[in-house]
């Protein structure tokens, strides 16, 4: 094989996907963060993943073996890192957020589930941010929002925290 063919079937597919090209967009509640801080959160999301699914397994006896078949379809947690910002604003939307769902001192939902639960949208970006693909991850709600570490002999470095989300399910569309 030459180089030449494998540069051809790079070009094919549109060049190699950049790993730092996506963008995430969560639709909190108005309650809870403006269309402002909305838009900062996805500038200060830093690492993520696609969301993962697994296929389950149906194991069947037969004649002595076990004949694997495919089964229900789970979807794992989505963990997002986010910058941290001197006045907290992320991580404190985050946190009204999951207080919304059970709050740590009235131990109640506040709202409907239906308005507490959030589609999220993660989008892979060409070099021109135009979008190639986009998941959405459907009925999504803070299973953890993570704490940000306080080290006072740390040095040029920034803090940062995680928000683990559930979902109901993900689907995704590509664009071509």
């Not at 892979?124 to 959405?136: G, Q």
Request: glycine share 6%; proline share 6%; with cysteine.
């Amino acid at each position: 094989m030459k180089i030449s063919d494998f540069q051809s079937a790079l070009q094919r597919h549109g060049g190699v996907q950049r790993q730092h090209r996506w963008r995430v967009i969560l639709n909190l509640p108005p309650t809870v963060a403006s269309a402002d801080l909305i838009k900062d959160m996805s500038l200060t999301a830093i690492t993520t993943q696609l969301p993962p699914s697994t296929l389950g397994e149906i194991l069947i006896p037969y004649a002595g073996r076990e004949i694997p078949l495919p089964g229900d379809r789970k979807f794992e947690p989505f963990p997002i890192t986010f910058i941290g910002v001197e006045d907290d604003a992320i991580h404190e939307a985050c946190e009204a957020w999951s207080e919304l769902f059970n709050g740590t001192e009235s131990n109640t939902q506040t709202g409907a589930l239906e308005d507490l639960m959030v589609d999220v949208e993660l989008q892979l970006l060409r070099e021109d941010d135009s979008v190639i693909r986009s998941y959405f991850l459907e009925g999504s709600w803070p299973q953890e929002v993570g704490s940000l570490e306080l080290d006072k002999q740390s040095q040029d470095s920034f803090s940062q925290f995680t928000l683990t989300l559930r979902y109901i399910q993900h689907t995704h569309n590509k664009t071509l």
